[in-house]
């Protein structure tokens, strides 16, 4: 899990130009905030993941999470989700490149959602037969809540992409604008995938 830790930090770096990594930082840059009655052992896993969380990251605005704990399909564990995307803000580093709104609001150094609004929308399926402990030694039937919740996180701050495939086809979601995570990723020669000289939209 340290590697996707440090892959985004590196995303992070060539983004924004620089970096703050404070590994001993005792600072949550996270604000939870529960929509459903959880158990006190299920907030204290959360509350574990996202304080590691920050000891990777640095931002001056708050990051806001409503967490869900919630029934859900047996096939779904849990999920993490930026609730909006922005582009074009205060400082943003590439234009018509959309970023989830935690990383801007981190960029931009504001609030630029509604500051009651959440940047993340974490879900956590209460069906599971989740393992609530922070070794990492769940029994072949339990699933291990910690890190799940330290893999789904690094979605909601922005390791997700816009890209998808149909019928073969790949294209870009919605408006057709990449997320700022698609600018990373090149295929096996090392060609970026948002170069339309080599891939175009639908092909």
Known sequence: MKYIFIFYIFISTLSFGQITYKPNDTTSYFALHYQYPTPDSVKSIIS??????????????????????????????????????????????????????ALAEKIAELDINNPSDPDILMTINKNMTWYLGLDSKP???????????LHELCHGLGLVTNFNVLNSLGYINGIGLPFIFDTFLVDSKGRHLLDSTIYQNNS
Request: aromatic share 10%; hydrophobic share 35%; glycine share 0%.
């Open 48 to 101: 574990h993941a996202v304080y590691d969380i920050s000891r990777a990251i640095y931002s001056k605005e708050k990051i806001s999470i409503n967490v869900l704990w919630v029934s859900q399909d047996s096939n779904i564990e849990a999920s993490c989700v930026p609730t909006s995307f922005v582009q074009n803000f205060k400082n943003c580093p590439k234009t018509n490149i959309l970023y989830p709104i």
């Open 139 to 149: 029994t072949n039937q339990q699933v291990d809540l910690y890190t799940i919740l």
